[in-house]
């Protein structure tokens, strides 16, 4: 992939900064990504494991910010990990999930456009 930045001549549209295809193989590593991204819930997991204190969280950390049960919300956090999204490591009785940001960094890297950057935020408010 190469990556090269440039400007649309009429300023109105983006233009990618990828310019070559991903590979057979790299897309589907980046599609097990997105899949897993495409359930509102692993999203929002994935958002408030990378913002907690620390960028790490466990189930207990963050059940109390969904109407789900520990074990669904498990569930989903396993999918983030199986996707790649999410590393995870045991203390005690508790397992502790952070953002691989690997992962994360692909995805930026194949969604970057040469544009004005906007907030998150502002974006979806």
Same mark, same amino acid.
């Given at each position: 992939?190469?990556?090269?930045?440039?400007?649309?001549?009429?300023?109105?549209?983006?233009?990618?900064?990828?310019?070559?295809?991903?590979?057979?193989?790299?897309? *589907?590593?980046?599609?097990?990504?997105?899949?897993?991204?495409?359930?509102?819930? /692993?999203? /929002?997991?994935?958002?408030?494991?990378?913002?907690?204190?620390?960028?790490?969280?466990?189930?207990?950390?963050?059940?109390?910010?969904?109407?789900?049960?520990?074990?669904?919300?498990?569930?989903?956090?396993?999918?983030?990990?199986?996707?790649?999204?999410?590393?995870?490591? /045991?203390?005690?009785?508790?397992?502790?999930? /952070?953002?691989?940001?690997?992962?994360?960094?692909?995805?930026?890297?194949?969604?970057?456009? *040469?544009?004005?950057?906007?907030?998150?935020?502002?974006?979806?408010?």
């Amino acid at each position: 992939m190469s990556n090269q930045s440039s400007s649309s001549e009429d300023g109105c549209c983006p233009t990618p900064v990828i310019t070559e295809a991903v590979s057979a193989d790299a897309a *589907a590593g980046l599609a097990r990504m997105f899949k897993a991204l495409g359930d509102p819930v /692993r999203l /929002r997991l994935l958002s408030l494991v990378s913002g907690h204190e620390g960028g790490e969280a466990c189930v207990c950390d963050i059940s109390g910010s969904f109407d789900l049960s520990q074990p669904t919300i498990s569930h989903h956090l396993k999918v983030l990990r199986e996707a790649g999204l999410l590393e995870s490591e /045991r203390r005690g009785t508790w397992v502790y999930h /952070r953002v691989a940001p690997a992962a994360v960094a692909q995805l930026a890297y194949v969604l970057q456009v *040469a544009a004005p950057t906007t907030s998150v935020a502002a974006a979806f408010a």
